[in-house]
Nanobody, 127 residues
Framework: QVQLVESGGGSVQAGGSLRLSCAASGRPVSSYTVGWFRQAPGKERDFVAAIAWSRSTTYYADSVKGRFTISRDNAKNTVYLQMNSLKPEDTAVYYC????????????????????WGQGTQVTVSS
């Protein structure tokens, strides 16, 4: 049984920072690709970042590149999303997800590729 639990969300002012955590059980995050997605009210779930099982290669949406950093701690079996210079448009529920099928990196931005999802954590950025 795979379980992903996000934490670290909250309310911050524009320009602030938050670090989200995705604690995994049932699968070692070092062996699978883990992604972060976000969903604002009335909008689709959008790709934010991913860290690949192979060589820990990282991928980012253009909207967060240079501001967000994805990383993982294999000893804690946890993936992090460090978010800096937050903007009001970053407001959303953030989800982590795990792909257990070793999909090609061309598919990492697609929610349908991921097999397991966390429950989400709310991030609210005020102007």
């Amino acid at each position: 049984q795979v379980q992903l639990v996000e934490s670290g969300g909250g309310s911050v002012q524009a320009g602030g920072s938050l670090r989200l955590s995705c604690a995994a059980s049932g699968r070692p995050v070092s062996s699978y690709t883990v992604g972060w997605f976000r969903q604002a009210p009335g909008k689709e779930r959008d790709f934010v970042a991913a860290i690949a099982w192979s060589r820990s290669t990282t991928y980012y949406a253009d909207s967060v590149k240079g501001r967000f950093t994805i990383s993982r701690d294999n000893a804690k079996n946890t993936v992090y999303l460090q978010m800096n210079s937050l903007k009001p448009e970053d407001t959303a529920v953030y989800y982590c997800a795990l792909d257990q099928e070793y999909s090609s990196n061309v598919y990492y931005t697609l929610p349908g590729v991921y097999d397991y999802w966390g429950q989400g954590t709310q991030v609210t950025v005020s102007s």
